[in-house]
């Protein structure tokens, strides 16, 4: 029936009008079959009034927008067209105003809103790869394979509001080869066919064409294939194993199991006559061996007939030819010629935007390059849109759009169980929203995909400079959406919005650029051995990724924390899962939404917001993690460096508590000195001056200067002429509390503050102690807040205040004023820590590395040293 239907209009196609009426047209789609399909439409005296494609991706513009802007064709680049289920009303109305009277979409995807779709007298119609109704949804030519039919086609198509459902307006035939693949099909037939075809479809319906309804006699529907359920059964016939095999071939990859190992089988043909000579080789689940000959695995069916598989890929991504599995050097991938690769280096050099250096490396022969291009420019390997559910809220002279759930293997989505709580704005203690609240299992799903990523996805395989590429690309983003990511950190942290803007932002910014560089620039070095004459051996080094990383990272500087943690891990090719603090977890949920945007492959980046106790603690104890880096307090560090040693040994980075001294010499400018070490981020800071050692003479005047505390604005950290936020949390406020209680019980000095300010929120007065003795506890412990403690010395003696301040467990910062360069170095060199400041205070670079000494932790964020790899 539909073969008669395909006739008639055939026919019809070639009446005496075909020349005379020509339509205004949208085309909606992308790749070089859309540009293809868009110039022949032109040609043909059809107004293209309207193109709508993809933005840009790594600064190149989609085939089809570049053919349509040469034009001068007005070009629309929309992200996407719905938000939630919903039309983007913006959106809709730039499409209506170019008023189209047909809509052509080229392999177009099932994201276009229905009011989009019936808005043109003639509606919309839709290129399908298959013979409708048989094989309905997007794998419908993988399907057509391996269900074996003889038959494979296309269908031009009304699209209505099901899936490929609507009435027939073209269809085509082929042949099905027995050895034919998904390439050699398009290839042959369904793309220069299907352009032809599209384009007379548009002159049918400018003609009058009649629109013949869908039967649903043999219809059918087929999800799209995944590599989670894409495993050959071995117990059939040899032509449903190979229909299998071709059907997958090269997305997502047919898999078995031989010898315990997960191999992707690749090139398929049945076997005519008898196997040549070979090895046997035990498949899981096969009827009997199969055999490793000189052209490739012979496998064999219960019903004794064979196939041969001309390549296999293991789970570390190297390919081989089937026919070397036993040969030394198993892994290594077919070679170019040194003219093939000439030629697939020119494809690339044009084409960066579609092929990376590894596309032309690792293909097996010249065909499976030129084939993997040609499926490139097709757009058939472009991700699917991201779905974002967001929290909105009018504030700050914008509307904050902000993601809320679990981001794991390039999707938002709820935590397993369902569970949510709240995340809190402190300056008034409201709800800003509900955000998921991870599990074990969320964990674990978030850990197996970046292992996948790093393993079998292309991100550690990249080359490093286009790695560079995509992270350069992310902190344009950053950059772009500052005002956003900082109105974001203020309203969830209680950061002041210019410190928001210019430091948590604006470093992180500068971070990501910072390892983005680094990117081509890790690698190892040749060693000179005793053995090196008379053989010339030669001994090197080889700097590698380590694999899937853990980051847990605190609730005072969230996004530069995550940004100080996870730029260079990626940089240096690893994968990573992220939990930010349960209280802190919108700027990092943000921050994957513009990742995945930046191009980064699925599985590169998760972020899990949650409890520590849970997520925090699963994550030391996964054994397929390999780093965890973790920025908190010391006790708690511990307990994590205990848990990943029980649990796989894995390598730690710990940044942990701090009581860093701070010692001010009688020779010092007093007018650098006086805030900015204590209140900076509300004294939210790991390297707050945590005691301040005065020299006698200076101490009564350093102190009267305890007036311009008064001067400091307390209040929304929105507003710009705002000096201090509020604290974090309500349970670090009363902590703070406690703390100055503790402070006068002991007999220090109370100054100033000490006391909660009378508005909503949780808002601390700055404070200040004096007259605080080494033997109290607050000359001791870390506050984390706006807590100014101050011990006098006596005047010259350098020694004494050397061995006070380094009394102490924690080493992560200190400082030293005097303008006495000599005493300067001859302190610095003596306080134990890992950052000294000399006349100056909190001043960090993203090119100077961080870390401390004793209980304040081991290992370095930022700098050259903090590449994230394993020598």
């Known amino acids: 029936m539909l073969w008669t239907a395909s006739q008639v209009l055939r026919k019809f196609s070639t009446s005496s009008n075909y020349y005379q009426n020509k339509l205004k047209l949208a085309i909606i789609g992308q790749s070089l079959f859309g540009q293809e399909v868009y110039s022949n439409l032109r040609k043909q005296g059809h107004k293209v009034v309207g193109v709508f494609t993809v933005p840009d991706k790594d600064g190149k ?6 053919a349509a802007e040469k034009d001068g064709t007005p070009v629309f680049k929309f992200p996407r067209w719905r938000v939630k289920g919903k039309p983007i009303p913006e959106v809709v109305e730039a499409y209506k105003a170019v008023g189209a009277e047909l809509n052509v979409m080229p392999f177009c995807s099932q994201f276009i809103p229905m009011n989009v779709i019936d808005d043109p007298k003639h509606g919309s119609i839709i290129y399908h790869p298959s013979i409708l109704p048989l094989h309905r949804g997007a794998s419908a030519i993988n399907w057509t394979l391996i269900h074996g039919d003889k038959k494979a086609g296309f269908s031009v198509f009304w699209a209505d509001d099901g899936l490929d459902t609507g009435p027939i307006l073209l269809q085509r035939e082929c042949a099905v080869e027995p050895n034919d693949t998904v390439d050699t099909l398009y290839n042959r037939f369904l793309f220069p066919e299907g352009i032809k075809a599209m384009v007379e479809s548009v002159q049918l319906i400018a003609d009058g064409a009649p629109r013949i309804p869908q039967t649903e006699e043999g219809a059918t529907y087929e999800g799209i294939q995944k590599k989670s359920n894409a495993k050959v059964n071995m117990a059939q016939p040899a032509e449903a194993i190979h229909n299998w095999i071709r059907g997958h071939d090269k997305v997502p990859g047919a898999t078995t199991v031989i ?108 065909q499976d390059f030129i084939q993997m291009f040609v499926r490139r420019l097709r757009g058939e390997d472009q991700e699917e849109e991201l779905v974002v559910d967001y929290a909105t809220k009018e504030i700050n002279n914008m ?46 799903r978030a850990v197996a995909a970046a292992k996948e990523a790093f393993y079998e996805g292309p991100w550690g395989r990249m080359n490093p400079r286009d790695r560079g590429t995509l992270l350069f690309k992310l902190a344009d983003l950053m950059e772009e959406h500052q005002e956003e990511l900082a109105t974001i950190e203020s309203i969830d942290s209680g950061a002041v919005y210019t410190l928001a803007l210019k430091t948590h932002v604006g470093m992180s910014i500068q971070t990501f650029r910072y390892f983005a560089g680094w990117c081509d620039k890790i690698h190892g070095k040749t060693i000179p051995i005793n053995q090196a004459r008379p053989n010339r051996n030669l001994t090197f080094t080889k700097r590698e990724p380590i694999g899937v990383c853990a980051i847990i990272i605190p609730w005072n500087y969230p996004l530069m924390m995550l940004a100080w943690k996870s730029a260079a891990c ?116 790991c390297i707050a001056a945590g005691r301040l050692f005065v020299e006698e003479s200076i101490h009564d005047e350093y102190i009267s200067r305890v007036e311009e505390l008064k001067k400091m604005k ?65 000359a001791k412990e870390e506050s984390f807040g ?36 000599n005493k300067a170095m001859y302190v610095s060199e003596r306080l134990d820590a890992g950052t000294v400041f000399v006349n100056t205070y909190n001043k960090t670079d993203v090119a100077s590395p961080f870390g401390g000494f004793k209980q304040s932790g081991f290992g370095k964020d930022l700098g050259e040293r903090d590449v994230g790899l394993e020598d």
């Open 61 to 66: 513009a989609d085939p089809l927008a570049v």
């Open 259 to 366: 010898d315990g190992q997960t191999v992707t089988l690749y090139g398929s043909s049945m076997l005519g006559g008898s196997a040549p000579a070979g090895q046997p080789l035990e498949i899981e689940g096969a009827s009997q061996p199969g055999l490793v000959t000189k052209n490739g695995l012979v496998l064999y069916g219960t019903d004794g007939k064979a196939l041969l598989v001309k390549n296999l890929q293991f789970e570390d991504g190297k390919m081989i030819s089937a026919a070397k599995y036993f040969s030394s050097g198993e892994s290594s991938s077919v070679e170019l010629t040194d003219d093939e690769k000439k030629i697939a280096e020119e494809i690339r050099a044009r084409h960066h935007r579609l092929l990376q250096t590894e596309d032309v490396y690792m293909a097996t022969t010249f």
């Open 399 to 444: 509307t904050l759009k902000m993601p809320y759930q679990c981001f794991i293997n390039g999707n938002f989505e709820d935590a397993e169980n369902g569970k949510v709580y709240d995340t809190i704005n402190p300056t008034d203690g409201s709800v800003i929203c509900k955000v998921a609240y991870a599990s074990v299992g969320d964990v674990d």
């Open 570 to 685: 990626l940089a240096a090719g690893n994968t990573l899962v992220l939990k930010p603090a349960q209280v802190t977890p919108l700027t990092a949920l943000k921050f994957a939404e513009l990742s995945a945007k930046a191009g980064i492959p699925k599985g590169v980046i998760n972020i899990l917001p949650g409890s520590g106790g849970m997520v925090g603690q699963r994550l030391s104890d996964h054994p397929d993690i390999r780093k965890l880096g973790f920025t908190g307090s010391t006790p708690i560090g511990k307990q994590i460096m205990k848990s990943c040693a029980l649990s796989n040994l894995k390598k730690v980075s710990l940044e942990l508590g701090g009581k860093s001294p701070l010692i001010i010499f009688s020779d010092c400018d007093m007018d650098k000195l006086f805030a900015c070490s204590v209140y900076f981020n509300k004294g939210e800071n």
């Open 714 to 778: 307390i209040g929304d950290p929105l507003d710009r002429s705002t000096d201090h936020g509020p604290q974090n949390h309500k349970a670090h406020m009363d902590k703070l509390l406690e703390y100055c209680e503790v402070g006068l019980k002991e007999g220090a000095t109370l100054v100033y503050g000490g006391k909660q300010v009378d508005r909503p929120g949780f808002f601390m007065e700055p404070t200040v102690f004096t007259g605080v003795e080494d033997h109290m506890f607050i």
């Open 786 to 821: 706006p807590i100014m403690v101050v011990s006098k010395f006596k005047d010259g003696d350098v020694d004494g205040v050397l061995r006070r301040a380094n009394d102490t467990e924690y080493g992560l910062a200190s400082g030293v004023f005097t303008r006495d360069i």
